[in-house]
């Protein structure tokens, strides 16, 4: 499979699928009911960007959301940061999650490496939700008080999260992967009164016993009351070393049939606490509204992922990364979602895929670093292997997915498939640039600006541009930004994240070019680009050319500025197994990129690594590794513990030093 260029058209829906589309719907609802005509997707968007308070408040009569007290202002002011939404109104989330559902539906599905694949049912997550509710409520928690949860992707975790946010009360995981100080650095900020925990999980047909791990965490959380433990590695685990332990069986019995209650709350108010990557320092404790994520949650998954009650939605995540609130957001829209937990390459990358037939998946979310390693199996054709007659869409995330990512799906998993590359963060919880079921697919390309979202690429003088490469800003309100940072009272925290570079305006950080067509590509973070001679250059532009040459693994580039206006500019690569990095080879990559990217574009050095550091959502460190070899100390650049393979800095720290001997 060769070079594609970006931009290339991939893919255009039919009439019959846009008029399917729950996106068709609202503009047929806007034209009925607000007597609003849209020809097209640009001009939907423009209007909901320039029309904040109107559009918003058509999200709340499209999808009638329940409100005990109703509203009188949709927006307080369009000052960031401090708009407030929606003032008046009190709702609950988990309410909208259980409203109007099919009681002997699937709500759930789920397998795991230790686990056989399994349905849960509307009925029994309601009344496990309901009873778990009951035991919160008898360990006093109400609204407002933390409930932390150290848990694996498994339906457990989404009956924790919803008999928590049922009450009011302030929901924030973490992955057993992550490391104890990683998470005592989490959930300390937070002061929580209750933990839910597994006992371990198993990764790549290894078992992770962490009932010590567990032990170790709850010695440093004095506001913990009571620990629930779910069974999760061991049928029987032995938590005689934590105190205050209710075993999930207990948590979740009932005598008979119980109801749900549902603490409405300001919309406003927390609904969960998320945290950063938090590769230096600690990491941030972002808060997000319950109605914020409520409105945008329902808006992104009905309208840019195209989700109803006949859906089946599977993301690949954990629940350290907010793709897994994402995905349990899925239950709003009333479609059944699709948890996995464990390695998505064991034992073989096929794994996904077959998982995907089985459970007749109709949206499979993932990364782009899954999709690229995908096409490095030469020959590997899903689509030709398993039956995916139900899969609509491959959506995914982490990464910018290369042109040639979106090329390797139409040629070897489906011809009639909507693909959508979308970015966001966790500081919104959502996307920000996403897809459209009636927009066509360009490769390299994420479709459209999501309504609602105010999006632009501005130059360094603060000017919106077309067709230029520049910061990712947001210049409207959007419900789902954080409220607030915990334990931040001033705000400044919160500023010094997204405020300081421009008055009153969103930076994201991230690099993004926005087309004339409306689509967008993104470049990679703003803050690891690459300058050569006055031209900069995105990152993923260098991993794209990289990704095509089968003999690397995985790359790392970062921009060493020199004085004079030079710079030293190193490309660290992990091999794939059996194969060396040669004079040779070394040729061939430097070709590779030169020819896909340009002169400029060329590495320095290259370097072969055993590992690249990564955070624990996999995404590659490549500021903390840039400031590393610009001589900065090690616990200033990085939080060991937010690493999901902390040897793998022990390479940087000495490639530092040979550099300042040098």
């Known amino acids: 499979m060769g070079h594609i260029e970006e931009g290339t058209l991939l893919w255009e829906p039919d009439e019959d699928w846009k008029q399917q589309s729950f996106l068709y719907d609202y503009m047929k609802w806007l034209r009925e009911h607000k007597n609003l005509y849209f020809d097209d997707y640009q001009s939907l968007w423009k209007w909901s960007v320039n029309e904040v308070e109107a559009f918003w408040e058509s999200q709340w009569e499209y999808f009638d959301i329940q409100s005990k007290q109703s509203y009188e202002t949709v927006l307080t002011s369009h000052k960031m940061p401090g708009a407030r939404w929606f003032p008046e109104a009190t709702v609950n989330y988990t309410e909208h999650i259980f409203r109007d559902r099919d009681a002997n539906k699937a709500a759930i599905i789920h397998a795991s490496e230790a686990r056989e694949k399994s349905e849960v049912t509307w009925k029994q997550l309601y009344q496990e939700t309901a009873a778990l509710q009951q035991t919160l409520q008898n360990l006093g928690v109400q609204k407002g008080d933390r409930v932390v949860a150290y848990v694996a992707n ?122 950063s990557s938090g590769t230096t320092g600690k990491p941030k404790p972002i808060v997000q509204s319950q109605g914020g994520i409520l409105i945008e949650h329902l808006k992104a998954l009905t309208f840019h992922v195209d989700l109803g009650e006949d859906d089946r939605f599977f993301w690949f995540t954990t629940t350290g990364w907010m793709m897994w609130n994402f995905l349990v957001g899925g239950l709003l829209t009333g479609s059944t979602i699709i948890l996995y937990d464990g390695n998505p390459a064991y034992p073989d990358k096929k794994m996904l895929w077959k998982f995907a037939q089985d459970t007749k998946m109709s949206v499979f979310g993932t990364s782009a670093s899954y999709i690229t390693s995908c096409m490095k199996d030469e020959g590997f054709k ?70 609602g979202a105010k999006i632009e690429s501005y130059n360094d003088n603060g000017e919106p541009e077309i067709e230029e490469v520049g910061e990712l800003v947001l210049t409207e309100p959007f419900p789902s930004m954080p409220i607030y940072f915990w334990n931040d009272p001033d705000g400044s925290r919160m500023h010094d994240s997204y405020f300081d570079m421009y008055l009153g305006i969103w930076r994201h950080g991230d690099y993004l070019k926005v087309t004339d067509r409306g689509t967008c590509v993104i470049y990679g973070r703003s803050d690891a680009t690459i300058n050569r001679g006055g031209i900069r250059i995105g990152t993923s532009e260098i991993y794209r050319a990289v990704d095509q040459v089968k003999e690397v693994a995985d790359s790392l580039i970062v921009d060493i500025p020199k004085g004079n206006s030079d710079s030293f500019t190193p490309l660290f690569v992990v091999m794939t197994e059996g194969y060396m990095l040669t004079d040779e080879m070394q040729q061939g990559i430097k070709r590779q990129i030169k020819e896909q990217c340009s002169p400029r574009h060329v590495p320095t050095a290259i370097y072969k690594v055993p590992d690249l550091p990564t955070t624990l959502n996999g995404k590659k460190l490549e500021i903390p590794v840039k400031k590393l070899l610009m001589g900065e100390p090690l616990e200033k650049v990085v939080n060991r513990g937010s690493l999901a393979n902390e040897t793998s800095l022990d390479y940087f720290i000495q490639f530092s030093q040979e550099i300042k001997t040098n």
């Open 154 to 275: 498994i339906y457990e975790s989404v009956v924790a999260l919803l008999a928590t946010t049922s009450l009011g009360a302030i929901w924030s995981s973490a992955s057993p992967d992550f490391g104890k100080q990683s998470v005592i650095d989490r959930f300390k900020q937070i002061d929580p009164k209750v933990m839910v925990t597994v006992d371990g999980y198993s990764y790549s047909g290894k078992s992770f016993d962490r009932t010590e791990v567990v032990e170790n965490i709850q010695s440093e959380l004095p506001t913990l009351e009571a620990t629930i433990a779910i069974p999760y590695l061991n049928e029987n685990p032995d938590f005689s070393g934590c105190k205050n332990v209710i075993p999930w069986t207990d948590a979740v019995k009932t005598n008979g049939h119980l109801t749900l209650t549902y603490e409405h709350v300001p919309f406003n108010d927390p609904l969960w606490v998320l945290f």
């Open 382 to 451: 899903p689509g030709e292997e398993f039956d995916l007659s139900y899969l609509k869409n491959i959506s995914s995330t982490g990464s910018p997915l290369p042109p040639e990512g979106f090329q390797w799906c139409y040629e070897n998993v489906k011809e009639d498939l909507w693909i959508a590359s979308v970015s966001g963060g966790t500081d919104v919880c959502t996307a920000f640039i996403l897809g459209a079921p009636i927009l066509p697919v360009y490769a390299g390309e994420l479709q459209c600006r999501g309504l």
